[in-house]
């Protein structure tokens, strides 16, 4: 007899068979084949974002400080693949001295005067590519400060006179001290921190290079750092080609304290520089250039891939969570609980939200709300105004659902209001719910990267805000030249978006089968 | 007083027809479709009872409603009574007690809380007219019979489940099970659709089912078919049926009492052979005269069919007797009239068991 049937749970598989009859239909298209690919793409990469860049990357991308050392509005390294003529951009922590010497009486030296104990820090530079490097700069990064004795007597480190001079070696021969070297205190030192190329300090250098030109000061002051890099001729410069090298000599000088004793302290670590960074500013930074602050857009494109997704998954997930549910409440309960919903959907519907969202967060950003509190403000006027037109259309399809037979039939048999709902309506609003998730997610982070651009702006280094740093820079007298810095967030926004519809344009035969073509 | 099962009283249902704001605004008065009008019957352990009438005299609402699918607000007067199984009937004298009717040993259906009507629908199920729409598209034929024991709890685990779905569907010989059970409805003929839902309706073991039209959208090949089944199971179960059918000779063939509806109202009463040999009112006699004749012989001769008119409206019924603007017979007996037009006619006995809602057949 029948008893051969054999009886078991529903697999795991059968449980959502829903779920994998729709990944079927979708790989089963060319479109749903390159959405999904993409999805994948954006997934992947966003955990590739999640392991490499700190969670609070934010914090250092707003500290314009930290970005000083990098040059600014430079393209992407990689454009010299395509013949672009690009100054490598080089940057080296040096903790040791290449050279220490020490000068009991004043010495000439490239024509500036040592005098002390001298430490001599170099950085070889070769410019292969007719292009200028962007600038030199020395950090100090690690200076120590403490007090010492010496026979007795406390010596402490503002009595401690330190001169520090940078010296630029052209190829040609020609050597510019690139700062106007006033000598200074320890303390002094270790509070400035950094040493800049002084333009109108090269400036007159320069000018005795060319002593027979027309050149004037202005002229020579504006284009320091190309014409310490470079040739001038006939009114124009040329870039130098070879290799250059820059010193960084500091000479420490104590009133009382003899140069012996001052070296070995400062050989010792207790006192003086122990760590410098040198760098020379190429014309080219990283894999997608920087921004007028000289931050490197690539980070902040990767860290947007998970923030992103984020936001449009939260956004969206929880706006048609909602809209199902409040659709199928109204639908199935009908009476007054539908008026209420039904009602409220429409006043949402008559809210400016945009208008209201601009405000708000404008109140927001004047009382200097975190970052993350914008961006829940965002998410949540997303939610709420988002969920409206999906309950309308679920509430539709409840409606006529819920007269189905089955449904006398489940009820006749005894199934609770709440059984019937999941059981038989929600299985057979789940197809449309789930392509109106799939057009939602890039919906919510278009309007979120309009935001941004519209001014309300979170903070967090997302595609929209990229963008939004991109217009102000042209807006503030930018050229529009700056392709590294506005077509990648905007490719990326488009790809997420052609990913999602993508995807949901292949859901949608699910959805409405007369569209299948098979 | 008779051994009943189902105790109809009295039953009114109307449902309210929707006003527009501006109806509101004006004072217009609520107007109700009185799908139901003051129905009363009984059914019999064990016994059919057929409620025929045209489309829209209000059957399947009174089917609906017996069976509770009619939402309680719309019930304007009267009630439905039933004799549950003991436990049940325990259950409810426990938990609402108002609800029963102790001289009757009944349960009044409509004042059990929909919180404890859940034993209650165990005993009372119904069968769908359309065996394409009361199974759901997405559930398989197991999940289908399943359903009823895990909403009831009954059966211990999966596999005892399957076991009664099993013996459910080689009860409706749908055989061999193995065959139907992973089906999706859209995979079964109609035929077989419906007896997926017969099974539905009696894996819980009811005591009284309603079946509403179970033929009508079977093809007429399949139909005898599926009679056959439902009345086998009806004896083998002893089971109480309320059987709603528009066709007069498919209610003879399966019932033993008959009650004619005529727009919310039952007209005529009795066991079948009688009402169909010797139908005293104008209305049931139309509907018998409109069986289609078997006999070719017959079949030449000018039937003549005595009704005029159409269905009025369940919104506005006429005043008097609600058959009167159709009926031939007023036309033709001036000495009722009078009545006709005053009064509305209650059932009258004429011969044991046979009661007539007609001024024609008043003693008084």
């Known amino acids: 007899m029948a008893r051969a049937v054999t009886a078991r749970r529903p697999s795991l598989k059968e449980r959502f068979r829903g779920v994998s009859e729709i990944l079927t239909e979708v790989r089963g298209q060319l479109m749903g084949k390159i959405g999904l690919g993409l999805i994948v793409f954006f997934v992947v990469v966003s955990i590739f974002a999640l392991l490499t860049i700190p969670w609070d990357f934010y914090i250092e991308w707003n500290d314009r400080k930290l970005w000083e050392e990098y040059p600014e509005v430079v393209p992407p390294v990689w454009v010299s693949h395509f013949g672009v003529p690009v100054a490598q951009h080089v940057s080296k922590i040096m903790s040791e001295p290449t050279e220490t010497m020490l000068y009991k009486r004043p010495k000439d030296y490239n024509g500036i005067t040592l005098f002390g104990y001298t ?60 700062n106007e070297p006033t000598p200074r205190s320890l303390t002094e030192i270790a509070s400035a921190k950094t040493v800049r190329f002084d333009d109108a300090y090269v400036a007159n250098q320069i000018l005795a290079m060319y002593p027979g030109t027309n050149m004037t000061k202005d002229y020579a002051t504006s284009n ?80 947007s891939f998970p923030v992103e997704l984020v936001i449009g998954f939260i956004a969206a997930v929880a ?112 197809p ?26 979170h903070n967090l280094p997302t595609w929209g805000t990229v963008l939004a740093d991109a217009r102000d820079y042209v807006y503030a007298g930018g050229s529009y030249g700056v392709w590294w810095w506005i077509l990648p967030p905007g490719i990326l926004m488009g790809l997420m978006s052609v990913a999602f519809v993508f995807l949901g344009l292949a859901l949608e035969t699910i959805v409405e089968p007369r569209l299948r073509r098979r | ?155 211990e685990g999966h596999e005892e489940r399957l076991e009664r779905v099993i013996k459910a569907l080689e009860l409706v010989k749908l055989t061999p099970p193995e065959e139907f ?22 894996i819980l073991n009811p005591r009284f089912i309603v079946s509403d039209e179970p033929v009508s959208m079977l093809d007429v090949s399949i139909r005898a078919e599926i009679l056959e089944i439902l009345d086998e199971l009806r004896r083998k179960f002893k089971l109480a049926q309320v059987f709603i059918t528009h066709d007069l000779a498919l209610a003879r063939y399966v019932c033993d009492r008959i009650g004619v509806m005529y727009l919310g109202r039952i007209v005529e009463e009795g066991p079948v052979d009688d009402i169909i040999e010797n139908p005293l009112h104008p209305y049931t006699r139309a509907l018998v005269a409109a069986i289609p004749e078997p006999d070719p012989e017959n079949r030449k001769k000018l039937r003549e069919l005595r009704i005029k008119g159409e269905v009025p409206s369940a919104v506005h019924i006429p005043a008097g007797c609600r058959f009167r603007p159709r009926c031939v017979a007023f036309d033709e007996n001036a000495w009722v009239q009078e009545r006709c037009r005053a009064e509305e006619p209650e059932l009258i006995e004429v011969e044991p068991g046979h009661r007539v809602a007609c001024w024609l057949y008043s003693k008084a």
């Not at chain 1, 014409?227 to 870039?239: C, M, R, S, T």
């Not at chain 1, 290799?243 to 003086?272: D, M």
């Not at chain 2, 019930?75 to 439905?80: I, K, L, M, Y």
């Not at chain 2, 059970?181 to 839902?197: D, F, K, N, T």
Request: aromatic share 10%; charged share 20%; hydrophobic share 45%.
């Open chain 1, 119 to 178: 430490t001599i820090y170099r950085l070889r530079y070769r410019l292969k590519d007719p292009a200028f490097p962007q600038g030199i700069l020395i950090m100090f990064e690690d200076v120590a400060i403490n007090n010492f004795t010496y026979r007795g007597k406390l010596i402490r480190p503002d009595s401690i006179s330190v001169g520090v001079h940078v010296l630029l070696h052209r190829p040609d021969g020609k050597v510019l001290l690139i």
């Open chain 1, 224 to 303: 320091a750092v190309k014409l310490a890099f470079g040739v001038y001729e006939d009114g124009v410069i040329k870039p130098l080609r070879g290799t250059y090298e820059v010193e960084l000599i500091v000479t420490y000088l104590a009133r009382g304290v003899s140069l012996e004793a001052l070296k070995n302290v400062i050989e010792a670590g207790e006192i003086g520089v122990r760590e410098v960074k040198m760098v020379i500013e190429g014309s080219a930074y990283g894999l997608m250039g920087t921004d007028s602050y000289g931050r490197d857009i690539y980070r902040a494109l990767l860290y």
């Open chain 1, 319 to 430: 706006a048609v969570v909602i809209g199902l549910m409040m659709g199928v409440i109204s639908g199935y309960y009908g009476g007054w609980v539908d008026e209420i919903i039904q009602r409220v959907i429409d006043i949402m519907g008559a809210i400016p939200a945009l208008p209201i969202l601009i405000l708000v967060g404008a109140a927001l950003q004047e009382r200097g709300a975190s970052p993350w509190m914008m961006l829940f403000v965002i998410i949540a006027f997303l939610i709420i105004f988002g969920w409206g037109g999906l309950a309308i259309i679920v509430r539709s399809m409840t409606l006529s659902i819920k007269s189905e037979p089955y449904v006398d039939a489940a009820k006749t048999l005894g199934a609770s209001n709440i059984y019937i709902i999941f059981k038989h309506i929600i299985p057979q609003i789940v």
């Open chain 1, 432 to 457: 449309y719910a789930m392509a109106s998730l799939v057009f939602s997610v890039p919906a919510a982070v278009l309007t979120e990267a309009g935001l941004s651009v519209l001014g309300i702006r």
């Open chain 2, 1 to 155: 007083m008779v051994d009943f099962i189902v105790r109809v009283e009295d039953l009114r249902v109307w449902f309210p027809v929707a006003r527009s704001f501006i109806d509101v605004l004006r004072g217009r008065a609520k107007l109700y479709v009185h799908a139901v009008d003051g129905v009363s019957f009984f059914v019999r352990e064990g016994e059919t009872y057929c409620l025929a009438g045209e489309s829209g005299c209000g059957k399947t609402t009174t089917g609906r409603t017996i069976i509770r699918l009619t939402p309680p607000e719309n019930v304007v007067s009267g009630r439905v009574l039933f004799k549950p199984k003991k436990e049940v009937y325990e259950y409810i004298a426990t938990h609402v007690p108002e609800a029963i009717v102790e001289e009757e040993g009944a349960v009044d259906v409509y004042r059990v809380p929909s919180k404890y009507i859940k034993p209650l629908r165990r005993e009372m199920q119904m069968i769908f007219q359309d065996p394409f729409g009361s199974l759901d598209p997405r559930l398989r034929v197991r999940d289908i019979l399943e359903e009823p024991l895990i909403i009831h709890n009954m059966g």
């Open chain 2, 181 to 202: 059970i992973e089906r999706y409805p859209h995979q079964l003929s109609g035929g077989q659709r419906q007896r997926v839902a017969i099974a539905r309706a009696l």
